[in-house]
């Protein structure tokens, strides 16, 4: 008797499979974290005192809205003199990204995730972070084959981007020699 073959697996039950992970994380985001914080706000309150302890926490948001404020700034200024100058701001981004998030982690209330929001967001300590989010997401990119890849001899976007291709080299993206050309009309 030949033995069935096995069905193939539906992309759902693959995805469930593979997304398995997250009720556990969600689980801990919203439970063994404010836990956490709660037990370490009554370990300073033990330590320092309550209104020490309120004190402590209300200088940690105003210092953390500093940081958020100057080192956003700073993203900002290099995010735009990247796309000024012509090139992909993968690092600028990563930045802000890495600020966005820590600063979301600073409006909650608590020591912990303060920490680890300051540690996000302070200059010195993000490039530890930002080769953190590089691995993750590039394992996350999907390479299709025989597309264009990311690095050495090409941009990852096609032609018509990347280095060569900017303000003031007199080349421009579009149909090479010989391409199709498709006429039109602009109507506003």
Same mark, same amino acid.
């Given at each position: 008797?030949?033995?069935?073959?096995?069905?193939?697996?539906?992309?759902?039950?693959?995805?469930?499979?593979?997304? $398995?992970? #997250?009720?556990?994380?969600?689980?801990?985001?919203?439970?063994?974290?404010?836990?956490?914080?709660?037990?370490?706000?009554?370990? #300073?309150?033990?330590?320092?005192?309550?209104?020490?302890?309120? @004190?402590?926490?209300?200088?940690?948001?105003?210092?953390?809205?500093?940081?958020?404020?100057?080192?956003?700034?700073?993203?900002?200024?290099?995010?735009?003199?990247?796309?000024?100058?012509? %090139?992909?701001?993968?690092?600028?981004?990563?930045?802000?990204?890495?600020?966005?998030?820590?600063?979301?982690?600073?409006?909650?209330?608590? *020591?912990? &995730?303060?920490?680890? $929001?300051? @540690?996000?967001?302070?200059? *010195?300590?993000? !490039?530890?972070?930002?080769? &953190?989010?590089?691995?993750?997401?590039?394992?996350?990119?999907? #390479?299709? !084959?025989?597309?264009?890849?990311?690095?050495?001899?090409?941009?990852?976007?096609?032609?018509?981007?990347?280095?060569?291709?900017?303000? $003031?080299?007199?080349? %421009?993206? $579009?149909?090479?020699?010989?391409?199709?050309?498709?006429?039109?009309?602009?109507?506003?």
């Amino acid at each position: 008797m030949s033995q069935p073959h096995p069905q193939p697996r539906s992309p759902r039950t693959t995805r469930r499979r593979r997304r $398995g992970w #997250v009720r556990p994380v969600l689980a801990a985001a919203f439970v063994v974290i404010p836990l956490a914080e709660i037990w370490a706000i009554l370990q #300073v309150g033990q330590l320092v005192g309550p209104w020490w302890t309120i @004190l402590l926490l209300v200088l940690d948001s105003m210092i953390g809205a500093w940081l958020i404020k100057r080192e956003g700034g700073r993203a900002w200024r290099a995010l735009r003199e990247a796309l000024q100058g012509g %090139r992909m701001p993968a690092r600028e981004l990563a930045d802000g990204a890495l600020i966005l998030i820590g600063g979301t982690l600073m409006l909650s209330p608590g *020591f912990l &995730l303060d920490a680890v $929001g300051i @540690l996000l967001i302070l200059p *010195f300590t993000r !490039p530890v972070a930002r080769r &953190l989010l590089t691995t993750v997401v590039e394992r996350r990119l999907v #390479v299709v !084959p025989g597309a264009a890849q990311f690095g050495a001899g090409g941009s990852g976007f096609g032609p018509g981007f990347g280095p060569g291709f900017g303000p $003031g080299n007199g080349r %421009r993206p $579009g149909p090479e020699a010989g391409g199709p050309v498709v006429r039109g009309d602009v109507v506003e």
